[in-house]
């Protein structure tokens, strides 16, 4: 068995925290925050490297065996849309990590803080390479357990230490379901390798335990991501989580959810089954993620609700079922990690400076923070959809797939949708474009965070200007899903 | 063939960097200013300068082409969007003799300008804005004039239009001072209402040409002008076929370079367009951005010549036709509108709009007849050029004198001669240019679109050229009139006013005459080699501009029918240019020159030349229409609707769904808190024990409650039902959960008993 390089980087929360427990031990100052940083960005450097391999392949796939061969042994199966995933997922991270070394200065417990983030960003990279349903659960359950530390981070108080466990219990019940489901797959097709079960299980007669497996999956990863109605944890658990955290739950931890959904569906069903349920609950979902964000009054809970409105959006590249849906999803999915995280990055800025997350009691901050504003800005218009944002392009290839696929009543569902969401990140905007109340100051955020959330606002409009590349870099990733499957397929099998 | 398809971007751009640098830096230059002020605001201004500098050099870098012929023609860059169902979009530059003529006459000008703003607007506080929208309009408008395709181009013409909107509402404080229109008791507008108008009126042409790419995109597939004139003979049959479309599509196309280029019925917007300041004035509105629209109707004709003559389509012989009447009726219309205005840039605007009509009458002459083409097309750009360099010097020099004494006037000048002689020497020769004079530039250009008529010699372009030939005597008549009234004769009062306040009227300062010399300077150059041309013909300019355009069609693959052009055709041209000078100068001199006549006196006694001028000085009263018709008739539309719709119906259908989601919410309500949360919260064990004794207190409960709480209480219910519902208690999630799971599984359980999905 060859480990690749690339792949030693998800050793990273064990060197963050031995480093971390060094520092604090040795009174290096700085030194965790160093190594969280350095090894979030060697993350990204090594999924790039694991990208180039892929690209030297032939068939679009690379294999590793961790043990044994399949069936049972655990392996990655790193093919371009896991690629896809795991770069939203190690370059949201890095912006994350970067920004919580001054958002999190003043908190104790950082070697802790840092090891869970690690962990947290590995646990969904495995979920994005893994190649058999084991693999994927054991990643699964990584980030999840990171994930409920990291919402409750705050034990001191009692919102974090509820909505934590709020979290922690509904998503223990979306684990248990698919862990049900899974042991249902392997009953069926006797292997959990996902290139076999695909060939077992893909084109055979529908049975009721068929059916049941997918209403378990649907349930299973769509309570993680909160797809409605399943989504009841979400608001509590992303505002109440530290911000840094909040823009990794609402922009990859939800998406890693739907990845999962994505792709164990597509092995194992035919699209035309599932497109109507998914229609449906896509509608569901981006109706209601919008009508209840409409008369939020915290900025973050907002912000929360509009990302299941999101996952609405991006249900509807799966209820199309062709490649160019999924190319929508997963643009999406990276379009939305970006302006999503940065969203809660800046409103975390402006929390910090002016102690307050009421949208009412933040008048006239767009004076005194202009850089966060403007970045809060940039990213509230790419999530409403507005040209020249990346929100713009990923929305109209999903709507436009919608349309191409018989479902334009959902293409139309999502426009007017889209359209509701305006308002109230409009409602945002004039608030904080209007002039202050008397009294009221705050100062811009420091230097680092600022620059964070800057850069982030620069891939929004460059890549809604110019969005070629990662367009064809989502293709390549669709293709491998949708169309690639046999390859796949006879490329594990031989 | 094409070698940089092979090359990155960079690459490209490291062979070919004038194209791509004369206005990515500018572009680069507006986004600087916010920095440079960070230094000094007399850093800021030089770096303005010398960022207009860069790009005239980057421009310039692309004339050596145009005399090698060797020209480097499309040069892609990247792939910017794919479109489904057609060729990808590319950012490209597109460098041919057109686009390098238009591309330096801009920079060049644009430069000069840069010039003398420093000293005509120095000392104003928002100079970084100013600075701004002047670099970014150089840039946006080289882009339009290099890009390579239509897209491309319109994002050029668009950051020229806000450009425009910007810097026509400089002034956006609207001081009384910088109002314009009057004088009282006519209506005055304030600078952000010009600005406005200008916007929204370029706006509607703008539209218009969105609709006609679009045509042009379905069918084509692809807005690259290289590939559509090559794929023309597949594609403009095609939407020939449905009868109406391709005339459509021409008359829509041409909204566009309507509105930009201030032709009827689309030329409101430039008198008003007046109110910024004058540099302004010289740059966008004279010299190039209203030359956009000839540009991009020249550079569109191949297209539609190729369809007429070549493919024999009725239809597509109207892109002509109507731009060659659109073109000589606006002439005509504008130049009357000069002969009575009293604001001297006002008569500049009408000035302008008149002698771009003279260009849209060449470009459209050129597709009436076979052999007219390229000499059409010729007089075109010839006249483009030769305009834009004694304009921009004319309104130079109106900026001069209005800086000297403060007023847009004319009847509040008069006599400057003596305090201003350099400019009113300037100005004499670039109007004796405007009015075409032998042998200044402008009479070889005009003279070119006369030829261009007579080349052609179809009754209607004989017809057209009668009413450019009326044109050309009032154009000497209003450019006796200004020169006259500003320069000549005896002062004003206001002048007299102003001295005896100790303001005398100066000079210009040196920096703000010398590019004026400059621009006179080449309108003579360019004059005497035409006249020079006459007789070695190798000189002569509108040659040279013909032979480049020869080429340029040729390489393109357009067969093309030149005439020889006969010596009595000439003579006609030069007979009719001469017999209109005639006319307008005898009525100019005994008006103005030698006062026989006092102008005033002969129109008011005059019951058939009162009306006349009435209506005249009220712009044919179009201005006033399209307000009462458009703006006004828009709002009392608006009124209408609130009054009628909006608060009788539509309010009403509100109220009533707001009233029935009370009443809905009133039910769940009673429903959630009486039945469902009892039932859950308080268990199985509970639900046997007490569960029948809460039921039966419920229900009383819920009668009283239904109905003597009434609505107040079922708001605030429903308000807190919804939200409980979304992130309540722990068990409800659970119980969504396993619904959703039951919905699921039964869904496909029953569908499969009724014969599957």
Same mark, same amino acid.
């Given at each position: 068995m060859v480990i690749p390089t690339p792949l030693l980087m998800m050793l990273s929360p064990i060197v963050v925290f031995l480093l971390g427990f060094l520092g604090e031990e040795m009174k290096i100052e700085k030194l965790r925050e160093g190594a969280a940083v350095v090894m979030s960005a060697v993350s990204v450097a090594a999924v790039y490297m694991l990208y180039l391999m892929l690209k030297s392949t032939p068939d679009g796939i690379l294999l590793f065996h961790l043990q044994a061969a399949p069936p049972l042994g655990a392996c990655f199966e790193i093919d371009m849309l896991g690629i896809l995933m795991a770069f939203s997922v190690t370059l949201l991270t890095f912006f994350a990590t970067l920004y919580s070394v001054k958002y999190m200065e003043h908190d104790t417990r950082l070697t802790e803080f840092y090891t869970l983030l690690a962990a947290m960003s590995v646990g969904m990279m495995g979920v994005a390479f893994a190649g058999d349903l084991f693999t994927l659960f054991v990643f699964w359950e990584l980030m999840c357990i990171a994930s409920y530390v990291l919402v409750a981070f705050r034990k001191d108080l009692w919102g974090p230490i509820e909505a934590g466990f709020k979290y922690f219990v509904m998503s223990a019940l979306g684990a248990a379901v698919i862990f049900f489901a899974m042991a249902f797959l392997y009953g069926m097709a006797g292997t959990v390798n996902f290139a076999q079960l695909s060939d077992a299980l893909r084109g055979q007669p529908l049975n009721m335990w068929l059916y049941m497996v997918f209403g378990m999956l649907v349930v299973g990863f769509g309570i993680k991501s909160a797809i409605v109605p399943m989504h009841t944890w979400l608001p509590d658990a992303h505002p109440e989580a530290p911000s840094p955290i909040s823009a990794l739950l609402s922009g990859v931890v939800i998406a890693t959810g739907l990845y999962g959904l994505t792709r164990v569906l597509f092995l194992t069903f035919d699209p035309g089954m599932f497109k109507l349920p998914i229609a449906f609950l896509a509608v569901l979902t981006m109706t209601l993620g919008n009508v209840m964000a409409l008369r939020q009054s915290d900025i973050k809970r907002l912000l929360a609700y509009s990302s299941i409105a999101q996952i609405g959006y991006m249900l509807v590249g799966l209820a199309a079922g062709t490649a160019y849906g999924v190319m929508g999803l997963f643009l999406h999915v990276f379009n939305h990690s970006i302006m999503k995280g940065m969203a809660f990055l800046a409103s975390g800025s402006i929390a910090h400076e002016t102690g307050t997350r009421d949208i009412k009691s933040l008048r006239g901050v767009g004076k005194m923070m202009p850089l966060t504003s403007l970045c809060l800005f940039i990213a509230l218009l790419g999530l409403g959809g507005v040209p020249g944002t990346n929100g713009f392009i990923s929305k109209y290839h999903l709507f436009s797939a919608a349309f191409g696929s018989g479902l334009g009543w959902l293409g139309i569902m999502g426009v007017l949708n889209s359209a509701l969401s305006m308002a109230y990140y409009l409602r945002i905007m004039q608030v904080l474009l209007a002039s202050p109340d008397e009294g009221f100051k705050a100062k811009e955020a420091p230097v680092l965070m600022v620059a964070v959330t800057l850069v982030m606002a620069v891939l929004i409009v460059f890549l809604g200007v110019w969005p070629a590349p990662i367009i064809g870099f989502a293709t390549a990733a669709s293709e491998a899903l949708v169309n690639g499957l046999s390859t796949f397929i006879g490329a594990v099998l031989g | 063939m094409d070698p940089v398809a092979a090359m990155t971007p960079l690459e490209v751009i490291m062979k070919y960097p004038g194209p791509w640098l004369a206005w990515i830096l500018p572009m680069l230059g507006a986004l600087s200013m916010p920095l440079f002020e960070r230094l000094g605001t007399k850093i800021r201004d030089y770096a303005a300068v010398a960022w207009g500098l860069t790009s005239v050099l980057s421009a310039a870098s692309m004339i050596p082409w145009l005399f090698s012929g060797n020209y480097p023609g499309d040069i892609k860059l990247t792939t910017w969007i794919n479109f489904p169902g057609g060729s990808p979009l590319e950012v490209g530059v597109l460098v041919d003799p057109l686009s390098i003529i238009v591309c330096n006459v801009v920079a060049f000008i644009s430069f000069l300008i840069l010039v003398y703003s420093t000293e005509y607007m120095h000392g104003d506080k928002h100079l970084t804005r100013f600075w701004f929208f002047f670099l970014f309009f150089i840039g946006s408008m080289l882009l339009l004039v290099l890009s390579d395709n239509l897209i491309q181009t319109m994002v050029g013409w668009e950051g020229v239009g806000i450009c425009s909107y910007g810097l026509i509402g400089y002034y956006y404080r609207d001081a009384k001072e910088r109002w314009l229109g009057g004088p009282p008791p006519h209506k005055m507008f304030p600078p952000s209402h010009a600005g406005m108008k200008a916007f929204v009126v370029t706006g509607i042409g703008d539209v218009f040409i969105l609709g006609a790419i679009f045509v042009i995109f379905n069918y084509a597939g692809t807005l690259n002008y290289v590939d559509l004139i090559a794929t023309a003979h597949q594609w403009l049959p095609q939407i020939a076929a449905v009868p109406g479309l391709l005339a459509v599509t021409a008359i829509f196309f041409l909204g566009g370079p309507i509105g930009k280029s201030a032709q009827f019925p689309l030329h409101e917007w430039l008198p008003e367009a007046m109110a910024g300041p004058t540099s302004v004035s010289a740059l966008?509105?004279?010299?190039?951005?209203?030359?956009?629209?000839?540009?991009?109707?020249?550079?569109?004709?191949?297209?539609?010549?190729?369809?007429?003559?070549?493919?024999?389509?009725?239809?597509?012989?109207?892109?002509?036709?109507?731009?060659?009447?659109?073109?000589?009726?606006?002439?005509?219309?504008?130049?009357?509108?000069?002969?009575?205005? #009293?604001?001297?840039?006002?008569?500049?605007?009408?000035?302008?709009?008149?002698?771009?009509?003279?260009?849209?009458?060449?470009?459209?002459?050129?597709?009436?007849?076979?052999?007219?083409? #390229?000499?059409?097309?010729?007089?075109?750009?010839?006249?483009?050029?030769?305009?834009a360099l004694f304009k921009a010097a004319l309104f130079l020099g109106a900026g001069s004198v209005i800086h000297a004494i403060h007023t847009i006037y004319t009847f509040n000048m008069g006599g400057l001669k003596k305090y201003m002689p350099i400019t009113f020497i300037l100005m004499v020769i670039a109007t004796a240019s405007l009015a075409g004079i032998p042998p200044l530039s402008g009479f070889w250009s005009k003279d070119a679109v006369f030829i261009a008529c007579l080349v052609a010699n179809t009754p209607l372009s004989l017809t057209l050229l009668a009413v450019g030939a009326v044109s050309a005597a009032m154009t000497f008549f209003y450019s006796i009139r200004y020169i006259k009234l500003t320069f000549l004769g005896h002062e004003s009062k206001h002048i007299e006013e102003m001295e005896q306040h100790g303001h005398h009227p100066h000079e210009a300062p040196q920096i703000m005459w010398v590019p004026i010399a400059i621009l006179v300077g080449l309108v003579c150059v360019i004059g005497l080699l035409g006249l020079a041309g006459f007789f070695v013909p190798s000189l002569s300019p509108e040659l040279f501009i013909e032979h480049l355009l020869h080429d340029m069609l040729h390489h393109m693959g357009i067969p093309l029918h030149t005439h020889h052009l006969e010596f009595p055709t000439i003579l006609t041209a030069w007979g009719t240019s001469a017999a209109m000078l005639l006319i307008g100068g005898i009525l100019g001199w005994l008006f103005y020159l030698s006062r026989r006549v006092d102008s005033w006196e002969f129109v008011s006694g005059n019951s058939t030349l009162k009306p006349v001028h009435t209506f005249l000085f009220n712009r044919w009263y179009m201005n006033s229409t399209y307000y009462k018709v458009f703006v006004y008739g828009l709002i009392d539309f608006a009124k209408a609707v609130f009054a009628t719709l909006e608060s009788k119906v539509f309010d009403k259908i509100t109220a009533f769904v707001s009233d029935s989601t009370i009443a809905f919410g009133k039910v769940i309500h009673v429903f959630e808190t009486k039945v469902y949360d009892p039932a859950i919260n308080v268990g199985l064990v509970n639900f046997f024990v007490e569960g029948g004794k809460m039921l039966y207190n419920d229900f009383e409960f819920l009668l009283d409650l239904s109905l003597n709480r009434g609505v107040p209480a079922t708001m605030t219910g429903l308000h807190n039902q919804v939200k409980k519902l979304q992130s309540g208690v722990l068990s409800y999630n659970i119980i969504y959960v396993v619904i959703v799971f039951l919905v699921l599984i039964l869904g496909f359980g029953l569908t499969q008993m009724y014969g599957g999905i």
């Open positions: - | 966008i509105h004279a010299a190039t951005m209203v030359k956009a629209g000839v540009y991009l109707v020249a550079r569109m004709s191949p297209i539609f010549y190729l369809g007429t003559w070549e493919m024999h389509l009725p239809e597509a012989q109207v892109f002509f036709i109507v731009i060659a009447c659109v073109g000589a009726f606006t002439c005509f219309m504008a130049a009357s509108q000069a002969l009575v205005s #009293v604001e001297l840039k006002k008569i500049l605007a009408y000035s302008t709009v008149s002698q771009i009509g003279y260009m849209m009458l060449a470009l459209g002459v050129s597709g009436l007849s076979e052999g007219a083409y #390229v000499a059409g097309l010729t007089a075109g750009v010839f006249h483009l050029m030769s305009h």
